[in-house]
Protein backbone atom coordinates (compact mmCIF):
# COMPACT_ATOMS: atom_id res chain seq x y z
CA UNK A 1 0.00 0.00 0.00
CA UNK A 2 1.01 3.55 -1.05
CA UNK A 3 1.64 5.88 2.08
CA UNK A 4 -1.04 7.63 3.42
CA UNK A 5 -2.02 11.14 2.01
CA UNK A 6 -4.14 13.68 4.05
CA UNK A 7 -4.93 16.68 1.57
CA UNK A 8 -5.26 19.28 4.44
CA UNK A 9 -2.18 18.12 6.31
CA UNK A 10 -0.13 18.96 3.20
CA UNK A 11 -2.11 22.30 3.32
CA UNK A 12 -1.26 23.19 6.87
CA UNK A 13 2.58 22.20 6.48
CA UNK A 14 3.17 24.78 3.73
CA UNK A 15 1.30 27.17 5.38
CA UNK A 16 3.37 27.59 8.35
CA UNK A 17 6.75 27.40 6.56
CA UNK A 18 5.96 30.53 4.07
CA UNK A 19 3.71 32.76 1.70
CA UNK A 20 1.45 31.15 -0.74
CA UNK A 21 4.03 32.02 -3.44
CA UNK A 22 6.38 28.84 -1.68
CA UNK A 23 3.20 26.38 -1.11
CA UNK A 24 3.09 23.43 -3.28
CA UNK A 25 -0.12 22.91 -5.92
CA UNK A 26 -1.71 20.82 -3.75
CA UNK A 27 -1.56 22.86 -0.79
CA UNK A 28 -3.08 25.78 -3.40
CA UNK A 29 -5.93 23.85 -4.28
CA UNK A 30 -7.15 22.88 -0.81
CA UNK A 31 -6.25 26.63 0.30
CA UNK A 32 -8.48 27.58 -1.87
CA UNK A 33 -11.32 25.11 -1.64
CA UNK A 34 -11.03 25.56 2.16
CA UNK A 35 -11.61 29.89 1.67
CA UNK A 36 -14.49 29.07 -0.55
CA UNK A 37 -15.96 26.64 2.00
CA UNK A 38 -15.87 28.96 4.51
CA UNK A 39 -18.83 31.39 5.17
CA UNK A 40 -18.03 34.96 3.90
CA UNK A 41 -16.58 37.39 7.12
CA UNK A 42 -19.54 40.39 7.86
CA UNK A 43 -16.46 42.17 8.79
CA UNK A 44 -15.49 44.49 5.17
CA UNK A 45 -11.94 44.51 5.50
CA UNK A 46 -11.60 40.54 6.90
CA UNK A 47 -13.95 40.11 3.59
CA UNK A 48 -11.71 41.95 1.38
CA UNK A 49 -8.84 39.81 2.78
CA UNK A 50 -10.28 36.50 1.95
CA UNK A 51 -11.27 37.40 -1.38
CA UNK A 52 -7.85 38.55 -2.10
CA UNK A 53 -6.27 35.46 -0.59
CA UNK A 54 -8.62 33.49 -3.37
CA UNK A 55 -7.41 36.02 -6.32
CA UNK A 56 -3.55 35.31 -5.03
CA UNK A 57 -4.58 31.59 -5.09
CA UNK A 58 -6.29 31.28 -8.47
CA UNK A 59 -3.15 33.40 -9.97
CA UNK A 60 -0.68 30.91 -8.22
CA UNK A 61 -2.14 27.44 -9.57
CA UNK A 62 -2.32 29.03 -12.80
CA UNK A 63 1.12 29.66 -12.94
CA UNK A 64 1.93 25.66 -11.98
CA UNK A 65 -0.08 25.28 -15.24
CA UNK A 66 -3.50 24.69 -14.18
CA UNK A 67 -6.82 26.35 -15.85
CA UNK A 68 -8.86 27.34 -14.04
CA UNK A 69 -11.91 27.64 -15.37
CA UNK A 70 -11.86 23.94 -16.45
CA UNK A 71 -9.57 22.58 -14.00
CA UNK A 72 -10.43 23.85 -10.69
CA UNK A 73 -13.56 25.81 -10.99
CA UNK A 74 -16.30 22.82 -11.42
CA UNK A 75 -15.07 21.49 -8.04
CA UNK A 76 -14.97 24.35 -6.31
CA UNK A 77 -19.06 25.40 -7.25
CA UNK A 78 -19.78 21.46 -6.01
CA UNK A 79 -17.71 22.26 -2.58
CA UNK A 80 -19.51 25.44 -2.08
CA UNK A 81 -23.39 24.30 -3.11
CA UNK A 82 -22.31 21.51 -0.27
CA UNK A 83 -20.88 24.41 2.19
CA UNK A 84 -23.43 26.15 1.94
CA UNK A 85 -26.36 23.96 2.98
CA UNK A 86 -23.97 22.30 5.40
CA UNK A 87 -22.63 25.50 7.07
CA UNK A 88 -26.88 26.85 7.26
CA UNK A 89 -29.08 24.11 6.99
CA UNK A 90 -27.29 21.00 8.39
CA UNK A 91 -25.67 23.52 11.17
CA UNK A 92 -29.41 25.00 11.85
CA UNK A 93 -30.54 21.71 12.89
CA UNK A 94 -27.77 21.06 15.89
CA UNK A 95 -27.12 24.47 17.24
CA UNK A 96 -28.99 26.35 19.92
CA UNK A 97 -29.60 29.27 17.23
CA UNK A 98 -31.97 27.03 15.00
CA UNK A 99 -33.38 28.48 12.13
CA UNK A 100 -32.18 32.03 13.43
CA UNK A 101 -28.56 31.43 12.50
CA UNK A 102 -29.48 30.99 8.77
CA UNK A 103 -29.31 33.90 6.75
CA UNK A 104 -32.87 35.53 5.92
CA UNK A 105 -31.43 35.92 1.93
CA UNK A 106 -30.84 32.39 2.26
CA UNK A 107 -33.92 31.27 3.70
CA UNK A 108 -36.26 32.73 1.54
CA UNK A 109 -34.37 31.40 -1.60
CA UNK A 110 -35.51 27.81 -0.18
CA UNK A 111 -38.95 29.04 1.42
CA UNK A 112 -40.72 26.82 -1.27
CA UNK A 113 -39.36 23.91 0.17
CA UNK A 114 -39.65 23.84 3.76
CA UNK A 115 -43.57 24.17 5.24
CA UNK A 116 -43.54 28.04 7.30
CA UNK A 117 -45.33 28.69 10.51
CA UNK A 118 -46.45 31.97 11.24
CA UNK A 119 -42.95 34.12 10.61
CA UNK A 120 -39.78 31.19 9.81
CA UNK A 121 -40.18 27.32 9.16
CA UNK A 122 -39.22 25.01 12.42
CA UNK A 123 -36.59 22.97 12.58
CA UNK A 124 -38.11 19.55 11.80
CA UNK A 125 -39.43 21.34 8.84
CA UNK A 126 -36.35 22.32 7.49
CA UNK A 127 -34.96 18.42 8.58
CA UNK A 128 -38.29 17.45 5.84
CA UNK A 129 -37.05 19.62 3.12
CA UNK A 130 -33.48 18.75 2.97
CA UNK A 131 -33.73 17.39 -0.46
CA UNK A 132 -35.11 20.10 -1.91
CA UNK A 133 -32.79 22.50 -0.12
CA UNK A 134 -29.54 20.99 -1.06
CA UNK A 135 -31.42 21.11 -5.15
CA UNK A 136 -31.28 24.38 -4.42
CA UNK A 137 -27.77 25.04 -3.35
CA UNK A 138 -26.63 22.62 -5.67
CA UNK A 139 -28.31 24.18 -8.79
CA UNK A 140 -27.42 27.80 -7.56
CA UNK A 141 -23.71 27.21 -7.47
CA UNK A 142 -23.53 25.04 -10.55
CA UNK A 143 -25.26 28.17 -12.27
CA UNK A 144 -23.67 31.26 -10.56
CA UNK A 145 -21.37 34.14 -11.93
CA UNK A 146 -17.61 34.20 -9.70
CA UNK A 147 -18.80 36.94 -7.85
CA UNK A 148 -21.74 35.35 -6.00
CA UNK A 149 -20.26 31.80 -5.88
CA UNK A 150 -17.25 33.29 -3.33
CA UNK A 151 -19.80 35.60 -1.92
CA UNK A 152 -22.30 32.80 -0.80
CA UNK A 153 -24.80 35.43 -2.35
CA UNK A 154 -28.16 33.60 -2.99
CA UNK A 155 -29.91 33.13 -5.94
CA UNK A 156 -33.04 35.81 -6.63
CA UNK A 157 -35.56 32.97 -7.95
CA UNK A 158 -35.93 29.47 -7.21
CA UNK A 159 -34.66 26.66 -9.46
CA UNK A 160 -36.72 25.07 -11.74
CA UNK A 161 -36.53 21.47 -10.53
CA UNK A 162 -35.71 19.79 -7.73
CA UNK A 163 -32.70 18.41 -9.50
CA UNK A 164 -29.18 17.79 -7.81
CA UNK A 165 -26.46 19.70 -10.07
CA UNK A 166 -23.46 17.61 -9.54
CA UNK A 167 -19.94 19.41 -11.80
CA UNK A 168 -19.40 17.34 -14.97
CA UNK A 169 -16.57 14.14 -14.26
CA UNK A 170 -14.30 14.72 -16.96
CA UNK A 171 -10.03 13.94 -17.11
CA UNK A 172 -9.65 17.73 -16.17
CA UNK A 173 -10.75 17.43 -12.66
CA UNK A 174 -7.97 14.86 -12.85
CA UNK A 175 -5.40 16.76 -10.51
CA UNK A 176 -7.94 18.57 -8.54
CA UNK A 177 -9.34 15.11 -6.91
CA UNK A 178 -5.68 14.22 -6.63
CA UNK A 179 -4.62 16.68 -4.61
CA UNK A 180 -7.78 17.50 -2.40
CA UNK A 181 -9.53 14.10 -1.52
CA UNK A 182 -7.81 11.83 0.03
CA UNK A 183 -8.54 8.28 -0.54
CA UNK A 184 -8.66 7.05 -4.32
CA UNK A 185 -11.56 5.07 -3.81
CA UNK A 186 -13.43 9.13 -3.79
CA UNK A 187 -11.94 9.48 -7.70
CA UNK A 188 -14.19 9.77 -10.42
CA UNK A 189 -13.68 7.22 -13.24
CA UNK A 190 -11.87 10.11 -15.47
CA UNK A 191 -9.73 10.85 -12.95
CA UNK A 192 -8.77 7.23 -12.37
CA UNK A 193 -8.38 6.48 -16.14
CA UNK A 194 -6.27 9.59 -16.13
CA UNK A 195 -3.90 8.82 -13.07
CA UNK A 196 -3.56 5.06 -14.47
CA UNK A 197 -2.47 6.97 -17.96
CA UNK A 198 0.28 9.10 -16.29
CA UNK A 199 1.67 5.94 -14.21
CA UNK A 200 1.99 3.80 -17.04
CA UNK A 201 3.81 7.21 -19.59
CA UNK A 202 0.61 7.71 -21.60
CA UNK A 203 -0.40 10.85 -20.36
CA UNK A 204 1.45 13.39 -19.34
CA UNK A 205 1.52 15.23 -15.98
CA UNK A 206 -0.28 18.46 -16.22
CA UNK A 207 2.17 20.60 -13.78
CA UNK A 208 5.75 19.93 -13.04
CA UNK A 209 6.91 16.51 -11.81
CA UNK A 210 7.93 17.26 -8.30
CA UNK A 211 4.57 18.53 -7.81
CA UNK A 212 3.00 15.72 -8.61
CA UNK A 213 5.59 13.74 -6.21
CA UNK A 214 3.99 15.50 -3.49
CA UNK A 215 0.91 12.07 -4.14
CA UNK A 216 2.34 9.10 -4.60
CA UNK A 217 -0.08 6.94 -6.25
CA UNK A 218 1.31 2.91 -6.13
CA UNK A 219 0.00 1.39 -9.15
CA UNK A 220 -1.49 -1.50 -7.39
CA UNK A 221 -3.79 0.47 -5.34
CA UNK A 222 -4.87 1.91 -8.24
CA UNK A 223 -5.78 -1.11 -9.79
CA UNK A 224 -7.79 -2.70 -6.97
CA UNK A 225 -9.87 0.44 -7.31
CA UNK A 226 -10.17 0.52 -10.87
CA UNK A 227 -11.46 -3.24 -10.74
CA UNK A 228 -14.06 -2.16 -8.78
CA UNK A 229 -15.33 0.71 -10.56
CA UNK A 230 -14.41 0.34 -14.20
CA UNK A 231 -17.06 -2.33 -14.76
CA UNK A 232 -19.76 0.38 -14.94
CA UNK A 233 -20.19 3.71 -15.62
CA UNK A 234 -19.29 6.90 -13.94
CA UNK A 235 -21.48 7.56 -11.02
CA UNK A 236 -21.90 11.35 -11.03
CA UNK A 237 -23.61 11.31 -7.48
CA UNK A 238 -20.50 9.50 -5.86
CA UNK A 239 -18.91 13.09 -4.85
CA UNK A 240 -22.30 14.07 -3.52
CA UNK A 241 -22.46 10.99 -1.48
CA UNK A 242 -19.19 11.19 -0.16
CA UNK A 243 -19.81 14.42 1.41
CA UNK A 244 -22.91 13.95 3.13
CA UNK A 245 -20.93 11.20 4.87
CA UNK A 246 -19.46 13.65 7.52
CA UNK A 247 -22.49 15.15 8.27
CA UNK A 248 -24.68 11.88 8.55
CA UNK A 249 -21.72 10.69 10.73
CA UNK A 250 -22.41 13.70 13.51
CA UNK A 251 -26.30 13.28 13.21
CA UNK A 252 -25.71 9.81 14.02
CA UNK A 253 -23.19 10.35 16.94
CA UNK A 254 -26.32 12.23 18.49
CA UNK A 255 -29.05 9.38 17.95
CA UNK A 256 -30.58 11.45 15.12
CA UNK A 257 -30.89 8.83 12.60
CA UNK A 258 -34.21 10.29 10.87
CA UNK A 259 -32.16 13.31 9.76
CA UNK A 260 -28.74 11.14 8.72
CA UNK A 261 -31.37 8.71 6.59
CA UNK A 262 -32.93 12.07 4.80
CA UNK A 263 -29.57 12.85 3.86
CA UNK A 264 -28.80 9.48 1.47
CA UNK A 265 -32.95 9.33 0.67
CA UNK A 266 -32.03 13.01 -0.67
CA UNK A 267 -28.48 11.51 -2.77
CA UNK A 268 -30.97 9.01 -4.52
CA UNK A 269 -33.29 11.34 -5.85
CA UNK A 270 -30.99 12.53 -8.13
CA UNK A 271 -29.22 8.95 -8.15
CA UNK A 272 -32.04 6.30 -7.41
CA UNK A 273 -29.38 3.44 -8.40
CA UNK A 274 -26.04 5.27 -6.40
CA UNK A 275 -25.08 2.18 -4.70
CA UNK A 276 -22.71 3.67 -2.28
CA UNK A 277 -26.04 5.76 -1.37
CA UNK A 278 -28.27 2.77 -1.10
CA UNK A 279 -25.61 0.87 1.90
CA UNK A 280 -25.12 3.91 3.63
CA UNK A 281 -28.97 4.69 3.68
CA UNK A 282 -29.61 1.22 4.77
CA UNK A 283 -26.56 1.51 7.34
CA UNK A 284 -28.79 4.90 8.82
CA UNK A 285 -32.21 2.39 8.99
CA UNK A 286 -30.51 -0.79 10.62
CA UNK A 287 -31.07 0.04 14.58
CA UNK A 288 -34.36 1.17 13.84
CA UNK A 289 -35.72 -0.91 10.68
CA UNK A 290 -33.29 -3.62 9.94
CA UNK A 291 -35.99 -4.85 7.71
CA UNK A 292 -35.91 -1.80 5.73
CA UNK A 293 -32.52 -1.60 5.92
CA UNK A 294 -32.04 -5.15 5.04
CA UNK A 295 -34.21 -3.86 1.79
CA UNK A 296 -31.78 -1.01 0.93
CA UNK A 297 -28.65 -3.08 0.94
CA UNK A 298 -29.93 -6.12 -1.26
CA UNK A 299 -30.69 -3.35 -3.52
CA UNK A 300 -27.24 -1.92 -2.97
CA UNK A 301 -25.39 -4.98 -4.01
CA UNK A 302 -27.81 -6.04 -6.91
CA UNK A 303 -27.23 -2.52 -8.45
CA UNK A 304 -23.36 -2.45 -8.22
CA UNK A 305 -21.25 -4.15 -5.92
CA UNK A 306 -18.17 -1.92 -6.14
CA UNK A 307 -19.21 -2.29 -2.02
CA UNK A 308 -20.07 -5.58 -1.37
CA UNK A 309 -17.51 -5.90 1.38
CA UNK A 310 -18.88 -2.79 3.42
CA UNK A 311 -22.78 -3.91 2.42
CA UNK A 312 -21.90 -7.46 3.43
CA UNK A 313 -21.35 -6.69 6.64
CA UNK A 314 -24.32 -4.35 7.09
CA UNK A 315 -26.70 -7.02 5.69
CA UNK A 316 -25.40 -9.48 7.85
CA UNK A 317 -26.04 -7.24 10.31
CA UNK A 318 -29.51 -6.95 10.02
CA UNK A 319 -29.98 -10.64 9.84
CA UNK A 320 -28.92 -10.50 13.21
CA UNK A 321 -30.61 -8.10 14.15
CA UNK A 322 -34.03 -10.32 12.45
CA UNK A 323 -33.11 -13.16 13.98
CA UNK A 324 -32.67 -14.89 10.75
CA UNK A 325 -29.55 -17.40 11.97
CA UNK A 326 -29.26 -19.30 9.08
CA UNK A 327 -28.96 -16.79 6.40
CA UNK A 328 -26.97 -14.67 8.51
CA UNK A 329 -24.44 -17.90 8.55
CA UNK A 330 -24.55 -18.79 4.64
CA UNK A 331 -24.03 -14.94 3.89
CA UNK A 332 -21.19 -14.74 6.33
CA UNK A 333 -19.71 -18.46 5.02
CA UNK A 334 -19.75 -17.10 1.85
CA UNK A 335 -18.45 -13.22 2.47
CA UNK A 336 -15.20 -14.72 4.08
CA UNK A 337 -14.61 -17.42 1.25
CA UNK A 338 -14.96 -14.34 -1.22
CA UNK A 339 -12.61 -11.52 0.94
CA UNK A 340 -10.20 -14.05 2.18
CA UNK A 341 -7.11 -13.02 0.54
CA UNK A 342 -8.64 -9.38 0.00
CA UNK A 343 -6.20 -6.42 1.43
CA UNK A 344 -6.99 -3.33 3.67
CA UNK A 345 -8.84 -0.97 2.61
CA UNK A 346 -9.67 2.16 4.46
CA UNK A 347 -11.68 2.45 7.82
CA UNK A 348 -14.75 2.51 7.21
CA UNK A 349 -18.09 3.14 9.87
CA UNK A 350 -20.31 0.26 11.61
CA UNK A 351 -23.17 -0.52 14.06
CA UNK A 352 -21.15 -1.40 17.35
CA UNK A 353 -23.13 -4.92 17.64
CA UNK A 354 -23.26 -5.76 21.69
CA UNK A 355 -25.14 -2.22 21.97
CA UNK A 356 -27.98 -3.04 19.48
CA UNK A 357 -28.18 -6.37 20.62
CA UNK A 358 -28.64 -5.78 23.93
CA UNK A 359 -31.04 -2.43 23.25
CA UNK A 360 -28.66 -0.32 25.44
CA UNK A 361 -28.33 2.18 22.59
CA UNK A 362 -26.72 2.41 19.10
CA UNK A 363 -23.41 3.51 18.75
CA UNK A 364 -20.75 4.24 15.27
CA UNK A 365 -17.34 2.65 15.51
CA UNK A 366 -14.63 2.97 12.96
CA UNK A 367 -13.52 -0.35 11.68
CA UNK A 368 -10.61 -1.24 9.26
CA UNK A 369 -10.95 -5.24 9.59
CA UNK A 370 -14.57 -5.75 8.01
CA UNK A 371 -13.49 -9.73 8.37
CA UNK A 372 -13.31 -10.01 11.63
CA UNK A 373 -16.68 -7.76 12.09
CA UNK A 374 -18.10 -10.71 9.75
CA UNK A 375 -16.37 -13.62 11.88
CA UNK A 376 -17.98 -12.06 15.26
CA UNK A 377 -21.42 -11.80 13.42
CA UNK A 378 -20.96 -14.89 12.07
CA UNK A 379 -20.28 -16.59 15.81
CA UNK A 380 -22.75 -14.81 17.32
CA UNK A 381 -25.06 -16.58 14.79
CA UNK A 382 -24.04 -19.70 14.60
CA UNK A 383 -24.32 -19.49 19.09
CA UNK A 384 -27.85 -18.46 18.61
CA UNK A 385 -28.70 -20.67 15.85
CA UNK A 386 -28.07 -24.18 17.29
CA UNK A 387 -30.95 -25.55 18.90
Known sequence: MSSAYDAREVYLRDKSTGPPSTWRLAAMLVGVVEHLET??????AQADQRLAAIEELILLIEAKGLTFNTQVL?????????????????AANREAGGVESIPRDWLLAVQHHVEWGET???????????QGILS??????????????????????????????????????WVTERFTKTYISQWSVPALRSEWRYLHGQKPAPCHP????????????????????????????????????????????EGRRTEAAALFE???????????????????????????????????IGTDQAYLELTNANRLLALVLLGRWTSACDLAETHL?????SSPRESVWL????????????????????????????????????P
Not at 74 to 90: E, M
Not at 275 to 282: E, R, S, T
Open 136 to 173: TTTSWAAAASWDDLVNWRPPSTAPADNSLVMPPRSDDL
Open 210 to 253: NEMRVREVSANDLARVMADRLGAEPRPSEELTSMLVEPALTFLK
Open 266 to 300: AALRHSPNDALALNNLGFCLLPDDPEEALRHLDAS
Open 337 to 341: DRFAN
Open 120 to 130: EPSVEALSQGF
Open 39 to 44: PPPEDS
Open 74 to 90: PHLRSVTGFAVFKQYFL
Open 351 to 386: WDIDPLLHDSGAAVIECDDIGSYVEALRDLAVSEGQ
